[in-house]
């Protein structure tokens, strides 16, 4: 948004974080323009302008064990105090699906919608968070990225939806024509 504002200041945004159900009924109803979320499974009452999947990946403190790794798998992942996303969400219905099955026992230390507290959460010694790795080789104070591995959570996809047969208005079309450029480069 910021990059899109610095070409044309004269665009205001509204952000509303939403559930991926709740993003994509906007989208249909036309009370959004446009939608970036996660996805499992075909689409139908959206045209997805684009979809990706996006690796998921552990954030750890800087100096703990796993730091260093480029991989780790479902069982590392879970031999820790783990800061995870509330169920109903995509990720947590995959990582709990997958655990269950695996038999591995889970240890949730925090339970949280949103990321910020996560990764304080992280940088403060509490354990480590599972988080989509769309952080394109930046990196945040403190923590690292372990990209989890493990085929489960390649069912689901980061997409960014329109409405069908709805023609967009100009800064709407050009900002999604963006954020599919950008989620574009991650294939």
Known sequence: MASFRRAHPDVTFRLDTVDRQEA???VVEGIADVAATYAMGPQ???LVECAVVIPVAAIVPSGHELAGRDRITLAELCAHPLALGPAGTSQRELFDIDAQLEGLTV???LVCD???PQYEFVR???GIALVGDLHEGASAEGVAYVRV????FRQREAQIQTMLGRRLPW???QFT???VSRLDRRQ
């Open 171 to 173: 800064a709407a079309s």
């Open 114 to 116: 949103a990321l910020a």
């Open 107 to 109: 240890r949730p230390a």
């Open 124 to 126: 403060s010694g509490g």
């Open 177 to 179: 024509e963006l954020l």
């Open 24 to 26: 994509t009924r906007r």
């Open 44 to 46: 139908h009452d959206v």
């Open 149 to 152: 591995d493990h085929p489960v």
